[in-house]
Structures are given as structure tokens and as C-alpha cells.
């Protein structure tokens, strides 16, 4: 089975905060994801990457950033915490066409 | 216009009932086709990938795509109160992993 794990499922941060979510897939997968999903907007994608130290902007990167350093750990990092950044953010990896999601990090910034 | 759309719902079926599930997409160059359930407050799950036209079926699930219409469907047969959650579509328009998603259909098996 495909094992998909993110670092926290809650996390709770004040605005300003730089914030680090961790992704890990234990599948020796190429290609990562991280997406948000908010009610009535469904899933978007944030970054993505298929390749060590490699990086794509997805459809709203603003506000964020990733670090691929290792094949099977994808970090997405909010530099500044904002409230608009409340959200289920949520990992996947893909071996080339499905994605397996992990199980969420629901983050609130106050 | 959307890159996948979906009827939101809610849909509600009896137990033992097909449920019917719909999804259109807008790039006619799309390869790879999923869906996904996802239950409340937990993270989606691939149920079933298609990647050519006509029927896939896995168990109780029958995927169905016609890429000249451009839909995708979910058929869900015997509906058990256990398949009450949303589903997903997603389309790979082009090599390159990077999916769309509807925004989902909640189903809801009544007992």
C-alpha cells in the first residue's frame, strides 16, 4: 500500500508565523503535490514537483513556498501566516499517473 | 468555464440503489480520468482510474468515459450507507501529472 504521511493533522499559528508542513511517501514516487481545499473551491493546487530540488507553481502559489531536498519529503512553508491561509492542506504523490493523498493537515492561523 | 465540473448534490439514493455519478471536462486532449471518495473531514481516496473509452468495473464501482462527449461517470451499484460520502472527479489533461478536480458530489445512501 501506498503510504502517504503529513507531520501534523491539526495545527494552529498566529498571523506572521512562518509555518512548515512535511510531507513523506515511502514509495519512491517521482512526482509530489500539495494542494489546499476550501469549501466550494474544491482542491487546488499549490506547488508540485517531480524531481529533487525541483518545483512547479501550481494555480495559486502566492504566499508559499516548497523545499524538495530528499526524493521522498515535499515541505510546503507558509513564509508569513496569513488568516486567508485557513485551510485543509493536503500532500500527494503519484509514481506517474494516479495520486495518493495523505491524510491533511487542517491549519488555523489567528 | 471550469476545467471539471460536477453536479454538487447532494444526491441521496436508497440502500441497494445504483447511484449515478457525472462529470464533464473542457480539455478534449485529457488522457487519465479518477475518482475519488472522500468522507467528512479525512483526505480523498483513488477508487478508479480510466484511461479509455468505455467500461471499467471494480466491484461495485463501473467507471464509464466518453471522451468524444467528453464525460466521465461513477456508477455505484448495491449503494451501501457505507459509500455516504463525496466523490471527486479528476482529469489529467496532459502528460505531466498536473491534475483538475471537480469540486465533488456528496451522495448520501439512506438506509
Known amino acids: 500500500d501506498v503510504k502517504v504521511t503529513q507531520s501534523s493533522r491539526y495545527l494552529v499559528k498566529r498571523t506572521g508565523e512562518k509555518v512548515f508542513l512535511e510531507c513523506v511517501q515511502d514509495?519512491?514516487?517521482?512526482?509530489m503535490f500539495w494542494y489546499r481545499q476550501d469549501p466550494g473551491l474544491g482542491l487546488r493546487l499549490i506547488y508540485f514537483s517531480y524531481d529533487v530540488k525541483m518545483k512547479e507553481k501550481g494555480d495559486i502559489p502566492e504566499g508559499y513556498s516548497v523545499s524538495r531536498e530528499k526524493k521522498e519529503r515535499f515541505s510546503l512553508i507558509l513564509e508569513s501566516a496569513s488568516t486567508n491561509q485557513t485551510s485543509m492542506y493536503l500532500c500527494?504523490?503519484?509514481?506517474?499517473?494516479?495520486?495518493?493523498f495523505g491524510p491533511g493537515t487542517r491549519l488555523t492561523v489567528t | 468555464q471550469k476545467e471539471v465540473e460536477q453536479n454538487s448534490g447532494p444526491l441521496s439514493v436508497p440502500e441497494g440503489a445504483i447511484a449515478s455519478l457525472n462529470c464533464t471536462y473542457s480539455d478534449r486532449g485529457s488522457q487519465s480520468f479518477f475518482w475519488y471518495r472522500q468522507y467528512s473531514g479525512k483526505s480523498p481516496e483513488l477508487i478508479m482510474s480510466i484511461y479509455s473509452n468505455g467500461d471499467k468495473e471494480d466491484g461495485r464501482f463501473t467507471a464509464q468515459l466518453n471522451k468524444a462527449s467528453q464525460y466521465v461517470s461513477l456508477l455505484i451499484r448495491d449503494s451501501q450507507p457505507s459509500d455516504s460520502a463525496t466523490y471527486l472527479c479528476?482529469?489529467?489533461?496532459?502528460?505531466?501529472?498536473?491534475?483538475?478536480f471537480g469540486t465533488g458530489t456528496s451522495l448520501t445512501v439512506i438506509p
Open positions: 479528476a482529469v489529467d489533461p496532459r502528460t505531466g501529472n498536473q491534475f483538475y
Open positions: 514509495m519512491d514516487h517521482e512526482n
Open positions: 500527494a504523490s503519484s509514481p506517474l499517473y494516479e495520486q495518493y
